[in-house]
């Protein structure tokens, strides 16, 4: 995105037409030789972000056909409610995490400039919907909201001979970016003894071929072992800006998920500690969507 010619434009634009009111095209445009093309999933959304940004909106509304973002998936939780108030970082995280309502680059042209995101519902137009910004009450809860990544496969990468050899985990993602494969969540052990990652399922057996194929070497000699590969699973994760400066979050999270009988495969947790993943079968994810709700929100 060129966006000093597309910030010029939007702006020449909006200074020749006086018009109180102007409905403009969304997910339309085109490169600087003239093509005409689209910007894909969430890009009217998009669209709305960048021309809000351009002409310094006070405000960008997002209309659709529900009432903001919700504390987790309603279809599975009958429990879940619209979140009044996130950041920006919150909703990108929820809305990476299965919460389809906002397109995670929606937020980017609009956070630079500080202008709240407004989710509103066509339906339901006096709803109060969700409110995106970067000014969030200090007493706000630790925990906003609850997601899920469903169709997820956990490749494994082990083997004594990985143990204190630098550039394992080089060749390995390198070769997932050369091969165009998206990785959604990775851990490793303190040892260096493994390295998991999760994938989309569709991309498991690919990933999988791939890597046996650039680490024939070290497998024919039994320093690595052969990609595994677990499949029928989820990603879950707890998200929240202000987690960091409660402590027992993920005591709670994951003393709720044993209690009612959820395995966890794998964990990953940032520095910034804004978002607590799991994976677990995906039969599991209806009752710890359920479990971690009732803990967090009732």
């Known amino acids: 995105m060129n966006f000093e010619i597309t910030n010029a434009n939007i702006q020449s634009f909006f200074k020749s037409d006086s018009s109180s009111i102007v409905l403009l095209p969304g997910f339309v445009s085109k490169s600087e030789s003239g093509e005409i093309t689209t910007l894909g999933r969430g890009g009217s959304d998009y669209t709305a972000a960048i021309i809000s940004a351009a002409l310094d909106a006070e405000e960008l509304q997002i209309w659709t056909d529900v009432s ?164 029928d699973l989820s990603i879950i994760a707890v998200v929240g800006d202000k987690m960091k400066s409660h402590q027992g979050i993920s005591g709670k999270m994951f003393s709720t998920l044993g209690k009612n009988n959820v395995n966890i495969r794998a964990i990953a947790q940032g520095a910034s500690e804004r978002n607590i993943s799991a994976v677990i079968h995906k039969n599991d994810v209806k009752k710890a969507l359920n479990s971690l709700h009732e803990q967090f929100f009732e």
Do not use: W
Not at 196 to 219: H, L, M, N, P
């Open 68 to 231: 903001g973002m919700f504390t987790t998936n309603p279809k599975l939780v009958k429990q879940a409610s619209p979140i009044v108030e996130l950041s920006y970082q919150e909703a990108v995280e929820l809305s990476h995490f299965g919460a389809k309502v906002l397109y995670p680059p929606t937020v980017m042209p609009v956070l630079k400039k500080n202008i709240p995101i407004v989710i509103k519902n066509t339906m339901k137009p006096e709803a109060i919907g969700t409110t995106i910004t970067q000014d969030i009450k200090p007493n706000g809860a630790p925990v906003k909201g609850l997601s899920n990544i469903d169709n997820i496969a956990l490749l494994t990468l082990q083997g004594n001979g990985m143990v204190g050899v630098p550039g394992f985990s080089k060749r390995l993602f390198e070769t997932l970016a050369q091969e165009k494969i998206n990785i959604i969540l990775i851990t490793q052990s303190s040892s260096e003894h493994s390295i998991c990652f999760g994938i989309s399922a569709s991309d498991a057996q690919r990933a999988k071929d791939t890597i046996d194929t650039v680490f024939e070497y070290e497998i024919t000699l039994q320093k690595i072992d052969p990609i595994v590969i677990e499949s």
